[in-house]
């Protein structure tokens, strides 16, 4: 007992591992109830037992085994980890449970193997039991036969893949057991109801006894399908609906599904491939060319006998192909072509999809033999053809067949019929598109008027079929030529063709044969399509409603795919008999007047145009159907017709014929009347324009491609070079109005050709710029056409293509008006995809070289000798270049050329490779049946070791995938085979070739599942660039395949591959792309339909059609029919989802290995005059390892738009992956250097963007460039400094700029010296700037290696012929001069006299303007100064007006500031004043400290006139600019307001600013308000929350950045007309930001922190006072809410809020007519609603409450009764108590004013009415304090206060001074004194010359001109005093004085020292007034002069002043 209670203790998990066997029985039961209890699958106590469970079902006692495997099955049941443990347990149960002799563990066992099934682990549970078959204990094999069997019953087929079942099945049936053979017995019964006759061919070698036995149980299954009753966890709809089923009681199952269930396993899946090319005979090749019949017999009866397998192993069967070909073929012997045919139609049957490869060589030959009469041949053909049909698809086969359709034999001709017929029963409409089908009908149309019976009845029978497979609706355009007979016979075919299966066709509406619903209704018929045709739907429905629809309608005649089809309906609508010239008069003169005809003809000309007059005016009259437009045109062309020699006649008639054309019924007759006129004309200066409106106007009418075709021939038929010239340009023109539908570019491609050789330069120029424009349609086929042009042609040609690379057609804006109608119809039925981009791949004429391709040349591509094998590939490569394009059929080259991929000499593989790539091009997307045979080869050769071999063999396949789609990749098991070699090089190119491609594709064949089990191995593959390139491709094959899909094939990994593979499964899931939508069809067949037609056929399509591929070339996007209009969405959305990831990788130590590499040569230096293909390479080698796949793809495509999206992305991720792009840098500049070498300017531009943001960010980071880096890097950059394009240099001029904060100035001054010897002019000049500024910025000292020498060779340049090169380097040398004095003299050297004299003379000139320079600087150069310098400012442009030579100076000043920023000056102060105060200013430290003040000469300060004359800010020349130039330009900056970059947000403001600040400019910022104010609060936000936290951030940029956004806003909210446009939302952010600011206890910590919330305070009064008062008012009630609501913010904000609300309820009485009170009494409303009355009264304070209240109460105290009428925008009152409250204080307010106007009265009649008089107090003086207020009325209201307080002494100012700000209290009162003093006759206070008259406002008026000498004067003075230098040492308060707020731009460009906040400066100033008031009343008393001039005040006197005292801080300090 003892120790039973000791295990007792123990934990259930412990107990169940107890050695004792009732611990354990004890443990199991307890964990059983604790498993039943525990409700949550994902509890961790599960995860306790995970380990044990195995344990639970192998216990080796019995009894504590059954409760084991009763707790086990609970586990399962319950616990979300059961499925872990799946393998261990199942295997637990086959070995220790299925032994048992008690049933009900066998019972347990089983149940626990169905629920791992249920649980999703059927693979594994099944893969258990399999095993369990091999046991030696029968009783194993008997259970775990009985479980499969059970398993299949309940779950059915789909759950239990039953192939390996079956496999190992017959084994059973001969086991010794008859319990085994018995259960095995029923097993077989079991899946035979699943599969049915799928079952017989595994089971025919069995003991024919038991096959007996099985036949007859088979016999007894009842006919109908079994049905799944067990489900897994995910298919619980399917319980659902089974158990809704079993309720009604029905058996209710749709043939549908049961068709599904029966087709769910393929016989031929079952069975175990057979390899035979072994087991051939030895001698069969030998045989089959034997003389004898007898033996070629026994060879062939061999090969028949091993054919018979029904499933063969895949191999190279090619040349057993060619020889049972050769026997059908050449045999004379016919009963050998019967057998090589069946032995033919044995292997398309065994190898099915695997013999495609061979279908193309076969086919030919077999339709030829069908001439032979015996009927066993022709049987066995049929056969053979019947089996190699379904390994291939109709299409691929299309060619052959066509060609033997006008065959003499009418056997042949009658047998390809027959055959077409049988293969149209097993396509779909998807499979069989009109672009296949269209051919096929026209070749059978023809055979159904052929004299032989037979062949009539066959093309009848195939056109039936076709009819019956798509619908009549498809079919009908092809049949308009047929009489009704021959059309009813094709109906009558089609009701009699059965479709496999008794599956109803798409024709729909007929009779439903073979249906098990009869009715022909509309709802049968549009269900009754299977799935295979389902995506048609809406045609099918409508075919079904009208079946008569189809041949009403006609096609598009516009399009070339319908165009012989419609051609004689056309020809009934738009062609029309001649009418002869009688008739013509006789119609002409029933419309026209008689006046008008009589004059026709005159010899006066004035009579002609007066008849043309009342021609016109008949014709603009005339009714359309009346209009007799033929007769009409020929009266016009009557003599003097078309030789009309007056042009004001002439033109009218060219009028009317367009009139003509465009109002009446205008035919092709017609046209044909006047196009000759016209051609005549449209060559004339005077007459062209309006011939080529007539013509436009006709091709409206008579359609574009017919007038185009008739024209250009009229044109070049003519000899009149400007005629044809125009006719040229006419077209190019109408192709863009039109689009490119239709257009027959083989009518008039000979006439162009012409054209380009003609002498007549004009008439080359329109056929170039023509065949530009058909270059956007057709892309680059079209240069196919000129290649055997002249290299100068062609080059110009070239040329034009470059041009339009890149662009889109543009969106047609005329049609066709006979088509519109058609057209619209027509948009709801499916189209042909891809059709015209086959058609205008149609448009180029094919050779058929298969007669080139001969015996020879196939032997000599074959021969040993690898010399004679190059011979032979040259010669196919001639064979092919010569014919341009040709047609699919090459005989037997392709067999030939696949030899050669696996050549041993890997030169000829390579030729091979671009055999094949000029093979895709030339074939186009006929190429399609060669995939397999020669597609595949090539993806062998990218396992090849070379990188040359795999980089050609991987274009080539890119080649190929463009011409046929991704579709035939993808189908079969050819790619998954080989995947399955183990070649690292071919597995990372395949994945990455399908990582790139998947995304593309809308869907892909079900076989891409095969390629499934490589991945997962590639996935684990020992190389780590194949596991990289794996895990790139499988979020793209689960994109396609499903998460599920592809989880559930891990089950076959062992455990450890499983849970790695899971958990990558599990990342991918997060990153996997979305599918590309499938493209909405466009209505109007626009430039979508035509755009880019030859790569549309392969850009984009659906696999119904075509599969999708990637754009042919750049920029080529918007290329598809109908659909393409919808790919740059598909294209972008593939991007986002590529774009999840980082795109760098950060490689630790990566950068400095590369280093050393190049340093020990390992790899090539970064050194070249070009980049060759080797540099490219190398680098794209070394940023594999750091860049993303996607990333790295985009940067090396040949399409510049995606390198400019690449180059994107890296802006977007700069700042987010600083320091991994910091890894990367090298690899980045050196990418960078090859794009410098492109001449696409848009690239450049996008890569010096990127440039300037990456330097500003390595700045930032302080980061410095290595050695290796600026080597590899700057002297590239500088070859672009002398670029052609202006706004290039500009860009580079700034990077070289920020180059010298990360890089030393004098490390780059040795690279721009390199730079001054180039060739380029334009180089030298920059390059010699550039070396001016860095020594003008940076001394002497940047002169490497000696300045003598530099200067030597700088000086040389003088000389130069180029005159910008001469004034750039005379320009550097007097930098120098400037910095050195004379000495540069000694430094040049010896000069010529002339350069010495050039010299001289601008260094005079220089000096002359040095002393002025300072004092009088023109505006524009201080704007230059305060101009931050902004790295993305790109409107910093030169106005044309300006002087150049000032420009640049200008310009140069303005870099040379870009420079040095931290040693800019204030810009009107001289240079010595200015920076030693602000030395002084930032010195705390003693006065000895103090700087050498004595040092600077301070003689000019003395001399009046020299005192700079400061002027209001002058306005930047790029405003100019900014103002005049669009929305855009504003929409940048206020974008960089929000920049994450301390730096660029100010700069952006402070050019906000500029403009805000200027009255005259500010209005272009309306309609941008909301957008800034945006964007200021995002950069608030981002404060608050980054940058305040990261300590890393200087404290002094923020405080900088926070007084440029206080300055913004104070400068918007001074403008009425700006702030009202203020939005509520924006507002209630905005109020919300800078409270939270006000209340952030980190600002206040910083220095000068208190001054920033000081100027919040003013902002938010500001606010509040400008902006709209309705929107403010609405903005803090929803924002009051918001606070209230959310406990988040503390009490505090809710607090100021409501103070703001306080004082708008103050002003209220003064806005109140203003305010829109419905508005505001809505969101009280809303207020209310959140907040009734006794939830505020729960609140921790009252005052919300009482703001409620007292806004209520003021709002009825102003509108009394007539508040009750704004409750409109209320919808439901009752929802709070707003309407009553506002009753009640309406009545009670009401009582009281009633009572308070009888007393008024009373009281007025005593003459005692004070309330009155009060009240009319009060509204003086508010009206006198908003005066004061204002700008402009400031003086007059201070006056009239003065002389209101003189007469009422006693009035009491208290109530209109409490609510003010301290600062405006002061203003008031130092106002009354300062007019109290000049009434009173005292001195005037020189206060105008410092305060400018304003209120809160900083107004910068005409008064404050002499401020800045005052400024500076004042500082000097603080400074005195704070040295004791000073006898007055008067505090001096921050508060009392206005602010005076310079510009922002002053602000940035002043030293970081000076005070760097807005309000400091506001502080400051006041001081300086304050103290320099004090000094101006002392001055003036003492000189005794109390009424002198304002003007004298600080210009001399003061001056002697501040000199003494200079002298005293100078003596102080000695």
Not at 130 to 154: F, H, M, Q, W, Y
Not at 1766 to 1794: D, F, P, Q, T, W
Request: glycine share 6%; hydrophobic share 40%; proline share 5%.
């Amino acid at each position: 007992m003892g120790d039973d209670s000791e295990w007792m203790k123990l934990p259930i998990d412990q107990k169940c591992e107890h050695k004792v066997w009732k611990a354990r029985l004890n443990g199991y039961e307890e964990a059983l109830k604790l498993f039943q209890k525990i409700e949550d699958e994902k509890s961790p106590e599960w995860g306790k037992y995970l380990g044990l469970i195995k344990k639970f079902v192998t216990d080796s006692n019995a009894v504590a085994q059954l409760k084991g495997l009763e707790a086990a099955l609970a586990f399962i049941e319950n616990a979300h980890v059961a499925g872990k443990t799946t393998g261990e347990v199942v295997s637990g149960v086959v070995t220790k449970v299925f032994n048992q002799p008690k049933a009900r563990a066998k019972e347990l066992g089983m149940d626990i193997c169905l629920m791992y099934i249920e649980i999703e682990k059927s693979e594994v549970v099944q893969d258990e039991l399999l095993k369990g078959l091999d046991n030696k204990n029968p009783k194993i094999v008997v259970a775990c036969i009985e479980t499969l069997r059970k398993a299949l019953s309940e779950f059915g087929s789909k759950i239990v893949t039953l192939k390996p079942v079956v496999k190992v099945l017959p084994k059973q049936f001969e086991s010794r057991e008859k319990a085994v053979r018995d259960e095995s017995k029923l097993l077989a019964v079991e899946i035979y109801k699943w599969i049915r006759d799928a079952l017989r061919p595994p089971l025919q070698n069995i003991n024919s006894v038991q096959l007996k036995e099985l036949e007859e149980e088979w016999v007894k299954l009842p006919p109908s399908a079994p049905k799944q009753t067990r489900f897994l966890r995910s298919q619980q709809d399917l319980k659902a609906k089974f158990e809704q089923q079993q309720a009604q009681g029905g058996e209710q199952s749709d043939g549908d599904e049961e068709e599904e269930t029966a087709a769910a396993v393929d016989p031929y899946d079952l069975l175990e491939p057979v390899e035979i090319l072994s087991k051939m005979p030895k001698d069969f090749y030998d045989k089959i060319e034997a003389k004898k019949w007898q033996e070629r017999k026994e060879a062939l009866e061999a090969v028949e006998a091993l054919t018979k397998n029904p499933k063969l192993e895949n191999g190279d069967y090619g040349d057993l192909v060619r020889a049972l070909k050769k026997v059908v073929g050449k045999d004379a012997n016919v009963m050998l072509v019967s057998m090589a045919a069946k032995c033919l139609a044995g292997l398309a049957s065994g190898l099915r999809k695997k013999f495609g490869t061979y279908a193309g060589q076969v086919v030919p030959t077999i339709l030829e033999k069908f001439k032979e009469k015996k009927l066993q041949v022709v049987q066995s053909l049929q056969e053979a053809i019947d089996a190699i049909f379904l390994t291939t698809t109709l299409q691929n086969l299309s060619e052959d067949i066509l060609g033997v359709m006008d065959n003499k034999n009418p056997s042949i001709k009658q047998q390809a019929s027959l055959f077409l017929a049988r293969s149209f029963r097993h396509c779909t409409q998807a499979t069989l598109p009109k672009s296949v089908l269209k051919p096929f009908c026209a070749a059978l149309i023809k055979q159904v008027n052929d004299s032989a019976p037979e062949v009539r009845d066959a093309a009848f029978e195939a056109l039936g079929t076709a009819m019956k497979v798509v619908g009549e609706k498809a079919v009908n355009p092809f049949l308009a030529d047929l009489d009704k007979l021959k059309l009813d016979k094709i109906k009558e075919c089609a009701d009699k063709v059965e479709l496999p299966g008794g599956k109803k066709g798409a024709a729909g509406g007929g009779s439903a044969s073979g249906d098990k619903k009869p009715a022909a209704k509309a709802p049968p018929a549009a269900e009754a399509p299977p799935k295979s045709s389902a995506p048609p739907k809406k045609s099918q429905t409508a075919s079904a409603n009208k079946p008569s629809a189809g041949p009403a309608k006609k096609g598009k005649p516009a399009s070339a795919a319908g165009g012989k089809a419609k051609k004689t309906s056309d020809s009934k609508e738009t062609t029309e008999a001649e009418i002869s010239p009688e008739a013509c008069e006789e119609l002409a003169a029933a419309v026209l007047p008689a006046t008008c005809l009589q004059q026709l003809d005159s010899g006066n000309w004035k009579e002609r145009l007066a008849s043309m007059e009342e021609f016109q005016r008949a014709v603009e009259t005339m009714d359309k159907a009346a209009m007799p437009c033929q007769a009409l045109v020929r009266m016009l062309a009557k003599k003097p017709g078309w030789k009309e020699t007056n042009f004001q006649v002439m033109q009218m008639k060219l009028h009317i014929v367009a009139l003509v054309a465009q109002r009446g019924q205008f035919s092709k007759t017609s046209a044909s009347v006047v196009l000759d006129g016209l051609v005549d004309k449209i060559g004339d200066v005077k007459c062209g324009g309006n011939a080529k409106s007539a013509l436009t106007a006709i091709g409206e009418t008579c359609s574009l491609p017919w007038t185009a075709e008739q024209v250009v021939s009229l044109a070049f038929a003519q000899k009149n070079p400007k005629n044809q010239a125009e006719t040229l340009n006419w077209l190019a023109n109408a192709m863009k109005e039109f689009g490119f539908a239709g257009i027959k570019v083989k009518g008039f491609i000979n006439n162009v050709k012409t054209a380009l050789g003609a002498t007549n330069p004009a008439v080359r120029t329109a056929a170039i710029a023509l065949l530009g424009v058909m270059y956007l349609y057709m892309g680059q086929p079209l240069r196919m056409f000129f290649e055997d042009e002249k290299p100068a042609l062609l080059a110009q040609i070239d040329a034009e293509f470059e041009k339009m690379q890149g662009q889109s057609p543009p969106a047609p804006i005329r049609s066709t008006k006979k088509t519109a109608e058609e057209e619209g119809d027509e948009g709801g039925e499916q189209d042909e995809d891809g059709g015209a981009g086959q058609d205008i791949m149609d448009l180029l004429p094919r050779t058929d070289i298969s007669d080139k391709i001969t015996s020879d040349l196939v032997s000599k591509i074959g021969d040993k000798n690898w010399k004679i094998r190059k011979e032979g590939l040259d010669e196919a490569a001639a064979v092919i270049s010569e014919a341009k394009f040709i047609t699919p059929n090459i005989g037997e080259l392709p067999l030939a050329l696949k030899g050669r991929l696996s050549d041993s000499n890997k030169i000829l593989v390579q030729q091979t490779l671009s055999i094949l790539q000029q093979l895709a091009t030339a074939m186009g997307p006929g190429l399609k049946q060669h995939v397999k045979a020669l597609g595949f080869p090539v993806i062998t050769v990218l396992g090849d070791s070379k990188v040359n071999l795999r980089t050609a063999a991987m274009a080539t396949l890119q080649a190929w995938v463009e011409q046929t789609g991704m579709k035939d990749w993808l189908e079969g098991e050819d790619l998954s085979e080989e995947l399955k070699r183990e070649n690292p090089f071919l597995r990372q190119e395949v994945l990455g070739w399908l990582a790139e491609k998947l995304p593309t594709l809308r869907s892909v064949p079900a076989d891409l599942m095969l390629c499934v089990p490589q991945l997962f191995a590639c996935l684990e593959d020992r190389n780590a660039d194949v596991r990289k390139k794996a895990q790139d491709a499988l979020p793209t094959f689960m994109m396609h395949l499903g998460y599920d899909k592809i989880n559930k094939a891990t089950g076959k990994l062992k455990p450890a591959s499983k849970d790695q593979v899971v958990a990558m499964l599990e990342k991918a899931r997060a990153v996997m792309p979305a599918k590309p939508a499938a493209p909405a069809k466009t209505g109007g067949k626009g430039s979508a339909e035509q755009s880019r037609a030859p790569s549309a056929s392969r850009t984009s399509e659906d696999f119904t059609d075509k599969p999708e591929a990637k754009k042919v070339r750049g920029g080529g996007g918007a290329a598809k029919k109908g659909p393409a209009g919808k790919k740059p969405a598909t294209k972008g959305l593939k991007d986002d989802e590529d774009k999840s990831g980082p795109i760098f990788i950060l490689v630790p130590n990566a950068k400095e290995q590369r280093i050393k590499e190049e340093k020990q040569l390992k790899i090539l230096k970064w050194n070249f005059i070009t980049p060759r293909d080797e540099y490219v390479e190398q680098l794209k080698t070394q940023m594999a390892a750091c860049f993303a796949k996607w990333l790295l793809d985009e940067m090396f495509h040949f399409d510049f738009q995606r390198q400019v999206k690449a180059i994107g992305v890296m802006i977007e991720r700069l700042n987010s992956e600083s320091e991994a792009t910091v890894g990367c840098l090298d690899l980045i500049l050196k990418w960078i250097t090859l794009r410098f070498f492109e001449t696409n300017t848009t690239i450049l531009m996008k890569v010096l963007e990127y440039l300037k943001l990456l330097f500003t960010m390595l700045n930032r980071e302080n980061y410095h460039l290595t050695e290796y880096e600026a080597n590899s890097f700057v002297p590239y950059l500088i070859l672009k400094v002398g670029e052609s394009k202006d706004v290039v240099r500009k860009d580079v001029r700034v990077i070289l700029g920020m180059l010298c904060k990360v890089y030393p100035a004098s490390k780059l001054f040795p690279f721009l010296m390199e730079g001054t010897k180039s060739k380029n002019s334009k180089q030298r000049a920059e390059c010699l700037e550039e070396l001016g500024c860095l020594i003008e910025g940076y001394g002497m000292n940047v002169c490497q290696p000696t300045p003598a020498k530099s200067l030597k060779e700088i000086a040389v340049h003088i000389g130069d012929r180029d005159t910008s090169v001469r004034n750039a380097a005379l320009n550097t040398v007097v930098a120098v001069y400037n910095v050195c004095g004379d000495q540069v003299y000694k430094l040049i050297g010896n000069l010529s006299e002339k350069d010495m004299s050039m010299l001289e003379e601008r260094i005079k000139r220089s000096a002359k303007k040095t002393p002025a320079a300072p004092a009088k600087q023109s505006a524009a150069e201080k704007t230059q100064r305060e101009q931050p310098t902004n790295p993305n400012a790109t409107f910093l442009r030169k106005p044309a007006q300006e002087d150049p030579g000032k420009l640049k100076i200008m310009y140069r000043t303005y870099r040379i500031q870009s420079r040095q920023n931290a040693h800019s000056d204030h810009p009107s102060i001289p240079k010595e004043f200015q920076l030693d105060l602000d030395m002084i200013e930032q010195d705390q430290r003693s006065v000895c400290e103090l700087p050498d003040l004595v040092q600077h000469q301070l003689d000019e300060l003395l001399e009046p006139v020299m005192i700079p004359e400061p002027k209001i800010r002058s306005i930047s020349p790029h405003f100019d600019d900014l103002h005049s130039s669009t929305a855009s330009t504003i929409n940048f900056v206020i974008s960089q307001v929000a920049s994450g970059d301390i730096g660029t947000s100010i700069q952006a403001l402070a050019q906000i600013d500029e403009v805000l600040r200027q009255e005259d400019k500010a209005d272009v910022m309306s309609g941008h308000i909301d957008q800034l104010l945006i964007a200021t609060i995002m950069q608030l936000r981002l404060i608050n929350s980054t940058h305040l936290a990261d300590d890393r951030v200087d404290k002094t940029d923020l405080i900088k950045l926070y007084s440029c956004i206080m300055g913004n806003m104070m400068s918007l909210f001074s403008m009425e007309t700006l702030a009202r446009e203020a939005s509520i939302g924006v507002l209630k952010d905005l109020m919300h930001s800078l409270i939270t600011l006000m209340l952030d206890s980190r600002v206040e910590d910083v220095e000068d922190g208190t001054q920033v919330i000081r100027s919040v305070n003013l902002l938010v009064i500001r606010v509040l006072e400008h902006s709209d008062q309705t929107n403010i008012f609405s903005a803090l009630l929803v924002l009051l809410q918001d606070t209230l609501v959310s406990n988040a913010g503390s009490l505090k904000v809710s607090e100021l809020v409501m103070k703001c609300l306080w004082r708008m309820i103050r002003l209220l009485p003064e806005n109140i007519n203003s305010l829109n009170l419905d508005r505001i009494l809505l969101d009280v409303h809303n207020f209310m609603k959140v907040f009734p009355k006794e939830k505020l009264k729960q609140l921790k304070t009252d005052v919300p409450h009482r703001t409620l209240k007292t806004l209520c109460h003021t709002l009825c105290r102003l509108t009394g009764v007539k508040i009750l009428d704004h409750l409109s925008m209320i919808e439901n009152r009752n929802e709070s108590e707003l309407e009553a409250y506002l009753r009640r204080v309406v009545k009670h307010s009401g009582n009281l004013s009633g009572t308070k106007s009888d007393r008024g009265n009373e009281k007025s009649a005593h003459g005692t009415d004070d309330r009155m008089s009060k009240a009319k107090v009060s509204d003086i003086l508010s009206e006198i304090f908003k005066k004061i207020g204002s700008k402009e009325n400031t003086k007059e209201g201070l006056t009239e206060l003065y002389e209101y307080k003189q007469k009422y002494s006693d009035a009491d100012l208290e109530p209109f001074l409490r609510n003010t700000s301290q600062f405006f209290q002061s203003y008031v009162e130092r106002g009354l004194r300062v007019i109290e003093s000049e009434r009173e006759g005292k001195p005037r206070i020189q206060s105008s010359s410092v305060i400018p008259q304003h209120n809160v406002e900083s107004s910068l008026s005409s008064s404050n001109e002499e401020l800045k000498p005052a400024v500076y004067y004042e500082r000097l003075k603080i400074l005195r005093q704070r040295q004791g230098l000073e006898n007055t040492t008067r505090a001096l308060s921050s508060e009392d004085e206005p602010p005076q707020r310079p510009a922002i731009s002053s602000l940035l460009s002043s030293k970081p020292s000076v005070a760097s906040s807005t309000d400091m400066l506001h502080s400051k100033l006041s001081q300086l007034k304050e103290s320099r008031e004090l000094y101006q009343q002392e001055h003036n008393a003492r000189s005794g002069s109390p009424t002198r001039a304002r003007a004298a005040s600080p210009a001399t006197a003061n001056l002697d002043d501040l000199k003494k005292r200079l002298e005293r801080i100078k003596s102080k300090r000695q």
